[in-house]
């Protein structure tokens, strides 16, 4: 960080397109399922750092990292 900077973080705002009529409208929402549906990483590991997950008579396992990143192998 430059001493110019404000000690604190500055977040940009999601960009924002023009429609045809001139006016500013916000960007659209990513979508995160196809079916409107999610389930919680919390909900599958279950307080647990890891989980096995059977899938098509595979066997995967889904870790928390300390980071709080996922990471699915098989």
């Not at 000690?7 to 659209?28: E, M, V």
């Not at 399922?33 to 890891?50: E, H, I, M, P």
């Amino acid at each position: 960080m430059s001493p110019a900077q404000p000690a604190s973080a500055t977040l940009s705002l999601p960009s924002r397109r023009n429609d045809q009529a001139g006016t500013a409208t916000p960007a659209a929402a990513p979508s995160y399922s196809a079916t409107g549906s999610a389930v919680d990483s919390n909900q599958l590991l279950r307080g647990q750092k890891a989980v096995d997950i059977m899938h098509n008579g595979s066997t995967y396992r889904l870790q928390a990292t300390r980071l709080g990143k996922l990471i699915l192998t098989k």
